[in-house]
C-alpha cells in the first residue's frame, strides 16, 4: 500500500547532441542515437536521477531514442529494469517566447510519440529533419507574448489541455528571464506552476 509523498530526483533541463551548442560528437543514425541514448541512461542511473526532460530548444528530435533506451534498460545481470523503477523521461522543449524570455515546456511522460509534431504546429514551430545531426537555429516566438497566450494556445488542443506544465525562465539577471526590470506584471499574471533557474 502506498504510503504518502514520493520523491525523486530529476533534471527538467537536458539538452541533447541536436542542440547546436553542442561540444563533442553528433550521433546522426538511428544506431548511433540509440547508442548514445543507451550511455545516456546509464549515466542518469549513476547519478541517481529518477527523471528527466529532454529539452533540446524548439526540438523533439533526440526524444523517442531516449524514451526508448529508458523502457529497454537492464540491470547488471541482463534482467529488464522493472517499469516502476524505470527513469522516467519527459517530452520537453526550451521555447524562446516574444515575452521575451525562455520558458520549459514539459509534457506529460505519457505524451504519445506522434503528437510531438503537433505540438510544433500548435506553436508554429518548423523543425528540420530530425535526419540532421542538429536542431534548426532558433526563431523567437514573437507571436507568443505572454504566458497567457501560451496557455491558451496549448489548452485549445484537446490531446495538450491538462498534460503539460510551463517554466518560465526566472534566472536572477540576463536576456532571458523574467526576473528584470519592466517584467513585473508579465510574472504577477503567469499561470505558470513554477519557474527555472
Not at 526540438?59 to 531514442?65: A, K
Not at 526566472?170 to 508579465?186: D, E, V
Amino acid at each position: 500500500m502506498d504510503k504518502g509523498a514520493h520523491f525523486k530526483r530529476c533534471d527538467f533541463q537536458v539538452h541533447s547532441p541536436r542542440d547546436l551548442n553542442w561540444d563533442g560528437e553528433r550521433p546522426v543514425t538511428d544506431e548511433e542515437r540509440k547508442e548514445y541514448a543507451k550511455r545516456f541512461i546509464a549515466v542518469c542511473r549513476e547519478k541517481g536521477l529518477d527523471a528527466v526532460a529532454i529539452t533540446d530548444h524548439h526540438d523533439f528530435g533526440f526524444i523517442s531514442f531516449i524514451r526508448a533506451a529508458a523502457e529497454q534498460e537492464v540491470d547488471a545481470e541482463g534482467n529488464p529494469i522493472p517499469p516502476q523503477d524505470r527513469i522516467v523521461v519527459f517530452p520537453g522543449m526550451e521555447l524562446t517566447l516574444g515575452v521575451p524570455c525562455q520558458a520549459l515546456l514539459i509534457l506529460d511522460a505519457a505524451f504519445p510519440d506522434n503528437l510531438l509534431p503537433a505540438v510544433c504546429t500548435t506553436l508554429n514551430i518548423e523543425p528540420n529533419s530530425p535526419d540532421e545531426d542538429r536542431h534548426a537555429e532558433i526563431a523567437r516566438l514573437d507571436n507568443i507574448r505572454d504566458f497567457k497566450e501560451l496557455h491558451k494556445r496549448l489548452d485549445e488542443q484537446a490531446y495538450l489541455k491538462g498534460r503539460y506544465i510551463v517554466l518560465p525562465n526566472i534566472s536572477n539577471g540576463g536576456a532571458h528571464t523574467l526576473q528584470r526590470p519592466g517584467f513585473l506584471a508579465h510574472y504577477k499574471s503567469m499561470p505558470c506552476v513554477g519557474g527555472y533557474l
